[in-house]
């Protein structure tokens, strides 16, 4: 039998205009008066019309989104792509995502956007991260202010947000040693961070720290050397630091730990035919030059699908009241050029559950 507000009314001891107030969360009602209520409403397996609550609500709530330039790392397009189709399938629960973007090469740019996104006071804010001592900033702020926060991509833990969604870099660092361990002839690696401060990005360095620690566990016969690539320096003088680390170490493998290996694959292959390359991410870049055989090896980080959850599970928040994981860890896919064709598919959210979850309650 379908309870009803009265129900809930009777059982609480007040009016149905307060039960409304409560499951609609508008309107003054006292703390007191509100623990009555859900608690008539926990006794009774009250079960809302979430139809019901969407079409109640009048005000539009408002998402503001930070991300980098995805022209300066096509591994940001999926992120957004996710992102975008979560706002397309959750509009009618009346919310609105606002994308702003920052140079992923100037921490100040990124202060400056995040500083301008909170003057509209959004009822909650994403934060793709690169940048992880503005990220902390950011954040702290946003915490001060009552606003929510959601962390994509780089692992941050000692500040207080809603959730992080992304890989556990350090369990993706230890699986390529795994694989560099059981792969015959691979013994010296070169580990190359595209990056403007090491220091500042701690979810490439964990990359790093995993893959020391899983090829150490192997024995004495690995090697590992690792060289920072600044994002502004040239091709050319880009290439040229890689090769002559290769040479004087002479490394079999070159692990990325971002997603730029399509910009030097073809150049290191070239110069060095037997050289072992991995890379992050099925960008439609890296896809070709797997295709070509540029690239031997590629470490997926399921950007799409954590664009996605991010919508996804702030809504489910939103509406169903429910809790969100504080960590919410993605699936690591590998990719090699024999089950390439099986992810080269055009991207569709047949792998998530439709928005009828909420309905559901999942």
């Given at each position: 039998?379908?309870?009803?507000?009265?129900?809930?009314?009777?059982?609480a001891?007040?009016?149905?205009?307060?039960?409304?107030?409560?499951?609609?969360?508008?309107?003054?009602?006292?703390?007191?008066?509100?623990?009555?209520?859900?608690?008539?409403?926990?006794?009774?397996?009250?079960?809302?019309?979430?139809?019901?609550?969407?079409?109640?609500r009048?005000?539009?709530?408002?998402?503001?989104?930070?991300?980098?330039?995805?022209?300066?790392?096509?591994?940001?397009?999926?992120?957004?792509?996710?992102?975008?189709?979560?706002?397309?399938?959750?509009?009618?629960y009346?919310?609105?995502?606002?994308?702003?973007?920052?140079?992923m090469?100037?921490s100040?740019?990124?202060?400056q956007?995040?500083s301008?996104?909170?003057?509209?006071?959004?009822?909650i804010?994403?934060?793709?991260s690169?940048?992880?001592?503005q990220?902390?900033?950011?954040?702290?702020?946003?915490?001060q202010?009552?606003?929510?926060?959601?962390?994509?991509?780089?692992?941050?833990n000692?500040?207080?947000?809603l959730?992080?969604?992304?890989?556990?870099?350090?369990?993706?660092g230890?699986?390529?040693?795994?694989?560099?361990?059981?792969?015959?002839?691979?013994?010296?690696?070169?580990?190359?961070?595209?990056?403007?401060?090491?220091?500042?990005?701690?979810?490439?360095?964990?990359?790093?720290?995993?893959?020391?620690?899983?090829?150490?566990?192997?024995?004495?016969?690995?090697?590992?050397?690792?060289?920072?690539?600044?994002?502004?320096?040239?091709?050319?003088?880009?290439?040229?630091?890689?090769?002559?680390?290769?040479?004087?170490?002479?490394?079999?493998?070159v692990?990325?730990?971002?997603?730029?290996?399509?910009?030097?694959?073809?150049?290191?292959?070239?110069?060095?035919p037997?050289?072992?390359?991995?890379?992050?991410?099925?960008?439609?870049q890296?896809?070709?030059?797997?295709?070509?055989?540029?690239?031997?090896?590629?470490?997926?980080?399921?950007?799409?699908?954590?664009?996605?959850?991010?919508?996804?599970?702030?809504?489910?928040?939103?509406?169903?009241?429910?809790?969100?994981?504080?960590?919410?860890?993605?699936?690591?896919k590998?990719i090699?050029?024999?089950?390439?064709?099986?992810?080269?598919?055009p991207?569709?959210?047949?792998?998530?559950?439709?928005?009828?979850?909420?309905?559901?309650?999942?």
């Amino acid at each position: 039998m379908k309870v009803k507000i009265k129900d809930i009314a009777a059982r609480a001891g007040v009016s149905t205009g307060t039960v409304d107030r409560v499951i609609h969360s508008r309107g003054r009602v006292s703390h007191k008066t509100r623990e009555l209520v859900e608690k008539a409403m926990h006794e009774l397996e009250y079960k809302p019309d979430i139809v019901a609550r969407m079409l109640a609500r009048r005000d539009q709530r408002l998402i503001k989104i930070l991300l980098p330039y995805p022209y300066q790392d096509a591994y940001w397009k999926i992120v957004r792509d996710g992102i975008e189709e979560g706002l397309r399938e959750f509009s009618p629960y009346r919310i609105q995502g606002q994308i702003h973007y920052y140079d992923m090469n100037d921490s100040i740019h990124f202060h400056q956007i995040g500083s301008e996104m909170l003057e509209h006071r959004p009822d909650i804010v994403l934060l793709g991260s690169e940048y992880h001592h503005q990220t902390l900033d950011l954040v702290r702020i946003c915490h001060q202010q009552d606003i929510p926060c959601i962390i994509l991509n780089a692992e941050i833990n000692s500040i207080p947000r809603l959730s992080f969604i992304g890989i556990n870099s350090y369990a993706v660092g230890e699986l390529v040693g795994r694989i560099i361990r059981n792969t015959r002839g691979l013994h010296h690696v070169l580990v190359v961070h595209n990056t403007e401060n090491i220091e500042n990005t701690p979810h490439l360095k964990n990359k790093e720290i995993g893959l020391r620690s899983s090829l150490a566990e192997a024995g004495p016969n690995f090697r590992v050397e690792d060289i920072v690539i600044r994002n502004e320096a040239s091709r050319n003088q880009t290439m040229a630091a890689i090769s002559r680390a290769i040479s004087d170490h002479e490394a079999d493998t070159v692990y990325f730990s971002t997603s730029r290996a399509y910009q030097f694959s073809v150049a290191l292959k070239k110069k060095f035919p037997g050289l072992y390359i991995i890379g992050h991410d099925l960008i439609d870049q890296h896809i070709r030059l797997m295709e070509k055989g540029a690239i031997d090896l590629l470490i997926d980080q399921s950007g799409y699908r954590m664009g996605y959850l991010s919508i996804r599970s702030w809504v489910h928040h939103l509406i169903m009241d429910q809790e969100i994981p504080s960590t919410q860890y993605l699936p690591i896919k590998i990719i090699y050029p024999e089950n390439l064709p099986f992810f080269h598919l055009p991207r569709t959210l047949e792998e998530f559950p439709s928005s009828t979850m909420i309905q559901e309650g999942f």
